[in-house]
């Protein structure tokens, strides 16, 4: 098991930037696939991006169209999400998750595959 921990949101103009970090503790963070998730009210949570093991595979979101980039430092146990270009549709609680996953190269985009998560992070964008 892993302890996830989001930080970076907050309140953004629109076609402003944020940096998204989810931290981890307890288990190596370099045994985990890790993936972004948000959930606006009233509505379901979505896929945003995900992250191999080792970094080399990365997926995103249909909607996000170039503007966010997924990396991580397995040395810092952190993900991050850069979110460049944002549109007041984007205001959400994002939440990273994890998952153990055996192969080093493989990603996962649908939220049944993982099993620890964070809190989450609200961010907010004006238009």
């Known amino acids: 098991q892993v302890q996830l921990v989001e930080s970076g949101g907050g309140l953004v103009q629109a076609g402003g930037s944020l940096r998204l970090s989810c931290a981890a503790s307890?288990?190596?963070?370099?045994?985990?696939?890790v993936g972004w998730f948000r959930q606006a009210p009233g509505k379901e949570r979505e896929f945003v991006a995900s992250?191999?093991?080792?970094?080399?595979?990365?997926s995103y979101a249909d909607f996000v169209e170039g503007r966010f980039t997924i990396s991580r430092d397995n040395a810092k146990n952190t993900v991050y999400l850069q979110m460049n270009s944002l549109k007041p549709e984007d205001a959400a609680v994002y939440s990273c998750?994890?998952?153990?996953?055996?192969?080093?190269?493989?990603?996962?985009?649908?939220?049944?595959?993982?099993?620890?998560w964070g809190q989450g992070t609200q961010i907010t964008v004006s238009s």
């Open positions: 998750a994890a998952y153990a996953s055996l192969y080093r190269d493989a990603y996962f985009n649908t939220a049944g595959a993982y099993n620890d």
């Open positions: 992250i191999s093991r080792n970094g080399d595979g990365t």
């Open positions: 307890g288990r190596a963070f370099s045994d985990y696939a």
